[in-house]
């Protein structure tokens, strides 16, 4: 189990970047880590995970998912940002095997969210 700390969230203008950070508490060692994120009254939309076994990503266009192991933190650089990415982002972890990587219950822990909006 790992606790997690997302960061870097705030407002930007459509067309800007953004990188979020997620800090894991406990060592992410043979985690796979995920971005999700949420807008009220919608379905929770998965973004992209990578996997620990061989650094391997799925999902992703505009974004990009990463992760620094000694600095024990993933991230998720956002680029050409738009309204419709306003949401409240989350990182999430699983211990590593087979799961469905797109769906949130199969992770085993998360962190409290942050807010990114998109203004036009």
């Known amino acids: 189990q790992v606790q997690l700390v997302e960061s870097g969230g705030g407002l930007v203008q459509a067309g800007d970047s953004l990188r979020l950070s997620c800090a894991a508490s406990g060592r992410t060692f043979s985690y796979d880590m995920a971005w999700f994120r949420q807008v009220p009254g919608k379905e929770r939309e998965f973004i992209a995970v990578i996997r620990w076994s061989d650094g391997n990503t799925y999902g992703g266009s505009r974004f990009t998912i990463s992760r620094d192991n000694a600095a024990n933190t993933l991230y998720l650089q956002m680029n050409r940002l738009m309204p419709e990415d306003t949401a409240v982002y989350y990182c999430?972890?699983?211990?590593?095997?087979?799961?469905?990587?797109?769906?949130?219950?199969?992770?085993?822990?998360w962190g409290q969210g942050i807010q990114v909006t998109v203004s036009s």
């Open positions: 999430a972890a699983k211990k590593s095997g087979y799961f469905f990587y797109t769906r949130g219950d199969d992770y085993d822990d």
